[in-house]
Every structure is written in C-alpha cells, then in structure tokens.
Nanobody
Framework: QVQLVESGGGLVQPGGSLRLSCAASGRISSIKDMRWYRQAPGKQRELVAAITSGGSTNYADSVKGRFTISRDNAKTTVYLQMNNLKPEDTAVYYC????????WGQGTQVTVSS
C-alpha cells in the first residue's frame, strides 16, 4: 500500500502563491506517475498537473504558466507551486499516486479570496 499526506493549503488573496506538498510512504517503489487533482464545489474532479517517474510534466490549460509540479530526488514527495492564484482556483486539491491500484490523499483546501 501507499499512503499520501497533503499539506500547504490555506487562504490566500488573488495574485498570491501557495505551495502544496504530498508526502508518500509505504510501497513507494510501486509509484509511477504522481498527479494533482482538484475539485471545486458542485464540479467534477479535474486533473491539474502530472509528473512521470522520468520527470516529464503536463498541466491543465487553466493553470499553465502559473503552476509548477515537481518531485524530490527520492521521489517520495511531490510539490505543486501555485502562483498568481485566482478565485477560480478555489478547490480541494488531491494528490494521486499511480500504481497498479492507484492511491489518493485526503485533500487540502485552497481558498483564493480577498
């Protein structure tokens, strides 16, 4: 099994920045890609950013140029640096580890409001 713990969410004003972290433990050798998703109230969960085990990244069009996903060398922690945040970025952000089974973190709330 894999356990994922997110942190770093909070309340920020429009234009501000936050950095989310997702710490993985357990059978981390089974993890291939890692992803960040988000779910706003009344909306479906959507993919925000992904990083492969080789370090390739991709992003949702809505966050390109503002968000950056990265991973530490030990591949146990994945980060999401979020800059120039907008009210429409308000959501619960979830970390996802792609393994043969797939694992989700518990989520962390990001609220962008003045």
């Amino acid at each position: 099994q894999v356990q994922l713990v997110e942190s770093g969410g909070g309340l920020v004003q429009p234009g501000g920045s936050l950095r989310l972290s997702c710490a993985a433990s357990g059978r981390i050798s089974s993890i291939k890609d890692m992803r960040w998703y988000r779910q706003a109230p009344g909306k479906q969960r959507e993919l925000v950013a992904a990083i492969t085990s080789g370090g390739s990244t991709n992003y949702a069009d809505s966050v390109k140029g503002r968000f950056t996903i990265s991973r530490d060398n030990a591949k146990t922690t994945v980060y999401l640096q979020m800059n120039n945040l907008k009210p429409e970025d308000t959501a619960v952000y979830y970390c996802y580890a792609m393994t043969p089974f797939g694992y989700w973190g518990q989520g962390t709330q990001v609220t962008v409001s003045s």
